[in-house]
């Protein structure tokens, strides 16, 4: 079957219902010059699906995979390992196909994979209740800040410097919008998070504070003590984290008094898949901020014979009646992102979560230790989970390069992440799961030795 499979019968019809000639007749507004002469330029003829498929094929050749060579990015993104049971699963017809459970009559199966998935993440998180997903960690972020303006009837966003860039750049674009003050900073190179600098920021308008954790160079910063300041000022803590296996070996946010959690998914399920679809992960401690949460939140309830079933109980849709009341533009969830994450949640449990991040910390160590050994290399944190900064006798950025040229992916270079500040640029940052091997680890380190020599 063709793409357009119209007999010339039917174009026919078609013609004589509408009273055209021909087909050219339908385009006699286009101006001669605009119209196209003959076959695109540059764009070949059809091809048959399997000579597609081979010239497909050679286009990704050309490509580095993640799986074949020593892999030590990270920066936001994680290469896990995600058990085959969780694309088997997710791949179901009635989850893939499933759209917004608008009639929870024939969506049961849907909205209880978000319940289960809600509770999942507030426990991870250590909160009381988190929300049904969002687009991504970025987006998150800023409809927190959004949201911590809305608790707090404040303006003025403090963001730490060791917030990841890219969420960073993405508040402040959103920013522009609301007319929000944002006040960012730059990362301090030093092996403690600068908590006081911090501190010293926040003042009697600030809305909320905005801490990484671990942050941006893979530093664990003290919660408690940011939190504290936060709330004496009248302002809320949220707290992003990019790794969520990292909070099966360190304290969740919400037990150290973070007010809204808030995250990146990917690590969990989802795989690094070229950049995206990503999860956002969202979550508050205290019960009565639920009404400001942006997004959607599933609910149990009973239905008219008193059997157990699931709701879509709160949502802030912009096509809803009182649109001006909602608490956010977003008109959605990544659901099929969130099955994939409850699903891996659920294969590993507390004990496998609690492995993983052992198995990732075990690996991180052995890597910083090979590493920083090297001539020429100095290991800039004093506690980190799976991701650390080394600093350089080099320019990272040219490093990382010439290591892509020999097979080995070495990291991410402070220099990409903050090309105008070159005080920045001996920075790399290496991150390390359970998917490398101490064989990895050496070649990163024999191939790091040479270029430093």
Known sequence: MRYLPLTDADRSA?????????VDALFVDVPPEAQLDGPIHGLPMHASEMAVERHMAGLAAQNMAASSVPFFLGAGAYKHHIPASVDHIIQRGEFLTAYTPYQPEIAQGTLQMLFEFQTQVARLYGCAVANASMYDGSTACWEAVAMAGRVTRRSRAV?????????TNVVKTMAKFTGDTIADAQPAIQPKADNAGLISRIDDQTSCVV???????????????????????????????TEPVALGAITSPGELGADIVVGEGQSIGVGLQFGGPYLGLFAVR?????????????????????????????????????????????????????????????????????ALATENHRLACIAADTLSALPGVRLLNDAFFNEFTLLLDGDARQIVRDLAAENVLAGVSLGRLYPGHPELSRGLLVAVTETTTEDDIHALAAALKGKLQ
């Open 159 to 167: 963001l730490s410097g060791a917030l990841h860039p890219h969420y």
């Open 286 to 354: 205290d019960p009565k901020h639920v009404r400001q949460m942006p997004g959607r939140l599933c609910g149990e309830t009973v239905d008219a014979e008193g059997k157990r079933g699931f709701v879509l109980t709160l949502s802030t849709r912009e096509q809803h009646i009182r649109r001006e009341k909602a608490t956010s533009n977003i008109c959605t969830n990544s659901g099929l992102c969130a099955l994939a994450f409850s699903v891996h949640m659920t294969l590993l449990g507390e004990k496998g979560l609690r």
């Open 14 to 22: 078609m013609l004589e219902v509408i009273g055209a000639p021909d």
């Open 211 to 241: 801490v990484q954790y671990p942050d941006i160079l893979g530093r664990l910063p003290d919660l408690q003590e940011i939190a504290d300041a936060a709330h004496a000022r009248g302002a809320l803590l949220i707290v992003v984290n």
